[in-house]
């Protein structure tokens, strides 16, 4: 425990607004539920209430939702290696981050929610699964949480540590408590040098920070990607498709309105369409039919049809493979100013990328993407349009942005080794 004073009346203030908005954490899940019902599951899990047996697992990662964990995998499968007398509990705080686990990793791994930041919560979650280590992944930065795991003393080890400029100056409303919490952190694994130095300047302790690169250069292309080609060119038939990726609600109008000029050159082109939000799926579907676009669903048609317009996406843990579908892949999240979303997956299957110029959350790895000619940023509406077009028109560019992202791919690889050598002292023995 600790002996400052500050940081106990710190501490002390945030855990009183935490308890006066724990009544608001129940209508939340009822209103997710109503739009993703397995958020009407396992609630027990989110306030820390687990079967009465003890379940310890000696190593603890931390991945708030799907894209956390598919950054993560590579590492897992590394810790799952050295031993199988060792268990993994594998916490989200996403449905959908949880599926992604089970679908990577079956019963190898154990899942529960992470529970919501209050004191009493994280020791009871460290007191059931007594971990001797956690691993969190990127920024999650939860103050009760580290300063639970440093009163246990279990090391914690933040992972592909990224950290924008955006929210740095948002941990910076609560400055004195996350400072503190972030100087218990035993090791901060950062993607680049400004991450390094911006965790730092946030609280990390000098000597903590290493970079060790980003671990999603590390992921591999997922398996059977060129055989998903054939088969869904099979169905499909021979023409030119293009994948809008991780959109979200106020960038929907914008494919929607895009495919159709699109299809005015190209009369069967056809959209594979992936929403951020599972809550979306019926969404976008009924605005393509609403348009007079014919649709077909994966959950429902499987493969979509010749005649088809739009092909939803509606599944979840496939959207890496069906990017090899695609000619091109517009990454959403970016034409508004979300902070943009993953452009390496579709960069590793070698699918030319598109995004918009809100890329915050990702700066490090667009500016490589965009110095290497591996994409494009469009400025705006108009530019995505454009460039759009200009793709389908040239399969010669699009080979060229393939190549080089290959190279940038290649070149970026070794963080899954370089982590494991920065965290290997904290690990418990494989023996």
Request: net charge positive; with cysteine; aromatic share 8%.
């Amino acid at each position: 425990m600790s002996r400052d004073p500050i940081e106990r009346v710190l501490r002390a203030a945030y855990s009183v607004v935490l308890v006066v908005l724990l009544p608001i954490t129940l209508y939340h899940l009822v209103w997710r539920g109503f739009r993703q019902p397995a958020y009407f599951q396992r609630w027990g899990e989110r306030y820390a209430r687990y079967p009465t047996t003890v379940s310890p697992a000696p190593i603890w990662v931390h991945a708030v939702s799907v894209g956390e964990v598919n950054a993560i995998a590579p590492l897992v499968q590394k810790l799952l290696d050295r031993t199988d007398a060792q268990r993994i509990v594998i916490t989200t705080i996403t449905p959908t981050g949880s599926a992604r686990v089970k679908a990577l990793w079956g019963d190898r791994v154990e899942h529960v929610y992470l529970p919501y930041d209050l004191k009493r919560f994280m020791r009871r979650f460290l007191a059931h699964f007594n971990p001797s280590v956690g691993l969190i992944v990127e920024t999650e930065l939860w103050p009760n949480m580290l300063f639970a795991c440093r009163d246990a003393a279990v090391p914690v080890c933040i992972l592909n540590a990224r950290l924008s400029a955006r929210s740095l100056r948002g941990y910076q409303v609560l400055d004195a408590l996350v400072r503190r919490a972030l100087a218990t952190v035993s090791r901060v694994c950062a993607q680049s040098r400004t991450d390094g130095e911006r965790f730092f300047h946030l609280g990390a302790r000098r000597d903590a920070v290493v970079v060790t690169g980003n671990l999603k250069f590390d992921v591999n292309p997922p398996e059977n990607a060129d055989a998903l080609r054939q088969i869904f060119l099979h169905h499909a038939g021979q023409r030119p498709v293009w994948i809008a990726a991780s959109t979200h609600a106020d960038e929907e109008t914008i494919v929607i309105s895009a495919h159709r000029k699109l299809r005015q050159r190209w009369p069967d082109a056809l959209l594979i369409w992936a929403p951020r939000h599972p809550e979306r799926f019926k969404s976008v579907a009924e605005q393509a039919r609403a348009q007079g676009l014919r649709v077909s669903t994966r959950s429902a048609n499987e493969w979509p049809e010749q005649k088809d317009a739009v092909f939803v996406l509606d599944t979840l843990g496939e959207l890496g493979r069906f990017y090899a579908a695609a000619d091109v892949a517009f990454v959403g999240g970016s034409l508004q100013p979300i902070g943009g979303h993953n452009m390496l997956e579709p960069a590793i299957i070698g699918t030319p990328i598109i995004t918009g110029p809100h890329l915050f959350n990702f700066s490090d790895i667009s500016q490589r993407m965009r110095e290497a000619d591996a994409m494009i940023v469009a400025e705006d509406v108009a530019g995505f349009e454009a460039a759009l077009m200009r793709l389908f028109a040239s399969p010669e560019e699009r080979t060229r942005m393939k190549n080089a992202a290959h190279a940038l791919v290649v070149q970026g690889r070794g963080a899954l080794a370089n982590t494991l050598e920065a965290i290997n002292s904290f690990l418990p023995s494989s023996s």
